[in-house]
Every structure is written in C-alpha cells, then in structure tokens.
C-alpha cells in the first residue's frame, strides 16, 4: 500500500508543470472569449445549438453555468443549453494534454462532442417550444460562488485550477493503482464492461455527477483502457461540470431539471450505445 501511495504522489508531481501549462493557455483564451462568448450567445437565437456547441468545447470557467442562467432567465433555449452541456468536456482536456494523449483522439472526441451537441439542440428545439419568459433573474457567478478565482491574475487562476484538478486526480488515480494491484486490466475492464454494449448507461451515470471528478474519472478509466471510446464519450457528454448542481439549485423547476437530466442521460447513452455497435461491428 505504500508503494501505491509513493507512487501515486510521484505520477501526480510528474503531472504539475504539465497541467499548470495546460490551464495557462486555458486561462488565456478564457480571458479573451469568457464575456464575448456570453454575449454571443445571448444573441445567436435560432441558430443558438450551433453556436452553442462550439462555444462550449472551449475550455471556459464556468461557460456551462453562465449558460444555466441564461436559459433560466430564458435568453437562451433549451436546446442551446443542452448543446452547451453536451459539448462541455470540464477537466477532460487539461488531463488529456498533460498526459500527451494522441491529438487525434483529442480531436476526435471534441468533434464528437460539438456535433451530438449540435444534432441534439435543434431536434430538442424543434420539439420543445419555448416557453414563458420567467421573471426570475437569478445571476449565479461561477468565479465568486464556486471560489474558482476566475476574475484574477491569469497565472493565480492556473494555479488554482491546477492544484484542485491534480486533488482530484491524485484521489482518482489511488483508487485505480489499488485496483490495478490488485486485480487485472482485463478483470478491470470487465467491471467497467468494456466492449459491452451497456457499457454507456454507467459511463454516462459517471457523467452526471456534478462536480469535475467525473470527468478527471472518465478519461482517467480510458486512458488506463478500462473502458472504450464510445463510453469515453457517453460519459463526456453528460459531464458539465458543476453546471447541473447550479441549475438545480438557481432554478425552482424541479420538473424541469429532472427532464434536462434526462436528456442529458439519454442523449449521452445512447450516443454512446451507437458508437459501442459501431465499434463492435469494425
């Protein structure tokens, strides 16, 4: 157990200059785009899953929860919010370049990602009509309610990211070395079910947790191997960060949240379920 801990801590150290250069250049373009992204698409209407989605797979503090508001505040659809979630990949980039993953795969899976995200915001647009303006106006601040230090010093907002990502990380990669030591990959891709059809369903359940340790988890179990591609992104495409915490918390609909966390599910698995068939029959 020792050795698992040491080795742990070790991978983990290895990792810093690696993430806090990662969460640099994120900060940079988070600085540039946060405010303009907002007004963007506050403004894109119709067209607003398409702007959205692609709005989303730039890594922003907070973008999934500036989108909440909007939508409770009904400036925005909820197609463009679902887009928005759906194309929100949270911790997955920083862990992915830090870890000098294959650019295509990184390519891959944000092109995914922008496309479920588009699909998905006009069908749900197209079905759903939008309704009554609320008289809400909730204004939920990711950077002063979630202590994320977003308006400060590029540098201070790296650090502080990259120290809470690599908590996390560090916690999530224990319990895998113990996993690991103990057991096979091959037995630890099968409590994942990877390669099984059903594989998604519990990615994406991962997914929905509300917090940036399910998708440090995600892309921690598929860089590891223990789960597929098409799990990795069915579990990606639920995770929103903290946006769903917020969106239960701001808006007193909880009829509504739950049908967005059922979209969210659906969508996710069974995105996630066509690629496994896919993958399956290749």
Do not use: W
């Amino acid at each position: 157990m020792l050795d698992i801990v040491i080795d742990t801590l070790i991978d983990s150290i290895k990792l810093f200059p690696f993430l806090l250069l990662a969460f640099m250049i994120i900060e940079l373009i988070e600085h540039k785009l946060n405010k303009k992204s907002k007004e963007i698409i506050s403004k894109s209407e119709k067209f607003g899953p398409l702007i959205g989605s692609i709005l989303g797979a730039f890594p922003q503090c907070g973008f999934s929860v500036v989108a909440t508001n909007l939508y409770i505040t009904r400036i925005i659809s909820l197609g463009t919010l679902i887009a928005i979630y759906l194309s929100t990949s949270d911790e997955m980039l920083p862990i992915l370049i830090s870890k000098k993953a294959n650019i295509s795969i990184i390519i891959s899976i944000i092109v995914i990602k922008i496309l479920i995200g588009i699909i998905s915001g006009f069908i749900i647009d197209l079905l759903i009509k939008k309704k009554d303006i609320y008289n809400n106006k909730n204004n939920y601040e990711i950077c002063s309610d979630e202590h994320c230090h977003c308006d400060r010093s590029i540098l201070t907002s790296a650090i502080v990211h990259t120290v809470k990502t690599l908590f996390f990380l560090m916690i999530i990669t224990f319990i895998l070395n113990v996993m690991l030591h103990n057991i096979s990959s091959n037995n630890l891709s099968k409590i994942f079910m990877k390669n099984n059809i059903f594989a998604p369903l519990l990615a994406s359940l991962i997914g929905l947790v509300p917090n940036c340790a399910s998708s440090i988890m995600i892309t921690e179990l598929y860089l590891n191997n223990a789960i597929s591609f098409s799990s990795t992104i069915a579990g990606l495409l639920t995770g929103s960060g903290v946006a769903l915490l917020v969106l239960f918390k701001a808006n007193k609909n909880l009829k509504e949240n739950l049908k967005i966390l059922g979209m969210l599910y659906f969508i996710g698995s069974f995105s996630g379920i066509l690629l496994q068939i896919l993958e399956n029959l290749g």
